[in-house]
Structures are given as C-alpha cells and as structure tokens.
T-cell receptor
C-alpha cells in the first residue's frame, strides 16, 4: 500500500536560509509524487510534480525537489527562504491504479524568521 | 480558465443535521475528488467521481456520500452530522484522474455544534 511520511511537522528557518522539507514515500509501483502548498484559509496549490521524466523537478516560486528511488525520498528544497514562503507544505503520492486518489503526508508547517 | 469553485465557503450546523456541499470543477475536467482536512487526521481521501460514477472511496462511514452530474459538477452530502465532522472539505478536479495534477478549490469549512 502507498504511504507518505513527512519528517518534521514544523520547520523554522531564517529569511535567506536554505529550506529543506523531507518526504519519504512507500509505493509498490512507480509513483507519481506531488508537493502542494497551503496558505491559511485557502486550498492547496501545486508546487511541483514528479512523473518519471526527470529526477530533479523544478517548481514554482523557486522550489525544486529531487526524486531518489534508492532512498524512496522526494525532498523539497529552496535555496533562499522568503517571508512569503511561510505556509504548510504537503507531499502526496498518486495511487496509479485507483484513479484520482491522492495520499498525503501529515504536512510540514514552515515558519520564516526575519 | 476559471478554477475549482466550492460553495458555500463556510457553514455552521448542529449535530444530527445534514449538509450538502457543492463543487464545480475546471471546465473540461471529468474527475472530481473530495478530501477532508482536520488538524488531527490531516488530509484524507473521501471519494472520487468520474463521468457520474463513483470510482474510488475512502474509509469513511456511509453517512458521507456524493454524486456527480452530467456537467461534472459534484456534491457531497453528510447526514446525521457529528461533532467530529467539523473540518475543511476540499474538492479537486483533473482531466481523467489518473496520475494527473489535481487542482484544488478553496474548500468549505464546516463547523458542527
């Protein structure tokens, strides 16, 4: 069965520092992986998506993620944090043979200190 | 292209009542999925509809039901509301659902008193 684990429910960084949000997945088939961001009182916005075309995926707002099959990881990074990056981030895996079903990690709340 | 819309945005109900939430997908999208988001359980999949048929269902009691209309708009219904049903309900749409990006609406926040 597919599952997603996000390490760290809360991460705090200083403005300008590296952002690293961790995501590990479990999947019996090649996964489709996603990172979404949620701002307060809003829905989820797609940051980036892994579809097996390239292991390093670039997304919006300067975020990128690297798919590492050997480590079953899909960590999200951004070289320099901005105050506007403060939000909750969710990693998700698509259950390929079950249509439109996403399995989400528990989320990581990112705080950015000035 | 307009995004996914959900109505109403906020709702207050009392225990025992029922509620219906509505979701209009992006034009051309035929798959609509529903999720429940709570602080304790996180984001959990409720069900997915494609071409007016429920294609997948999560682990929720039968009080949670849904349907999809021929124009792909979807509704979900919760009967006999419980306090634990208080949550943000999100719907998402995609073209066919399989391994595609799901685009989320802003959600309906339901408070059960």
């Amino acid at each position: 069965a597919q599952s997603v684990t996000q390490l760290g429910s809360h991460v705090s960084v200083s403005e300008g520092a590296l952002v690293l949000l961790r995501c590990n997945y479990s999947s019996s088939v090649p996964p489709y992986l996603f990172w979404y961001v949620q701002y307060p009182n809003q829905g989820l916005q797609l940051l980036l998506k892994y579809t097996s075309a390239a292991t390093l995926v670039k997304g919006i707002n300067g975020f990128e993620a690297e798919f590492k099959k050997s480590e079953t990881s899909f960590h999200l990074t951004k070289p320099s944090a901005h105050m506007s990056d403060a939000a909750e981030y969710f990693c998700a895996v698509s259950v390929g043979n079950q249509g439109g079903k996403l399995i989400f990690g528990q989320g990581t709340e990112l705080s950015v200190k000035p | 292209k307009a995004g996914v819309t959900q109505t109403p945005r906020y709702l207050i109900k009392t225990r025992g009542q029922q509620v219906t939430l509505s979701c209009s997908p992006i034009s051309g999208h035929r798959s609509v999925s529903w999720y429940q988001q709570t602080p304790g359980q996180g984001l959990q999949f409720l069900f997915e509809y494609f071409s007016e048929t429920q294609r997948n269902k999560g682990n929720f009691p039968g009080r949670f039901s849904g349907r999809q209309f021929s124009n792909s708009r979807s509704e979900m219904n919760v009967s006999t509301l419980e306090l634990g049903d208080s949550a943000l309900y999100l719907c998402a749409s995609s073209l066919t659902g399989y391994e595609e990006t799901q685009y989320f609406g802003p959600g309906t926040r339901l408070l059960v008193l």
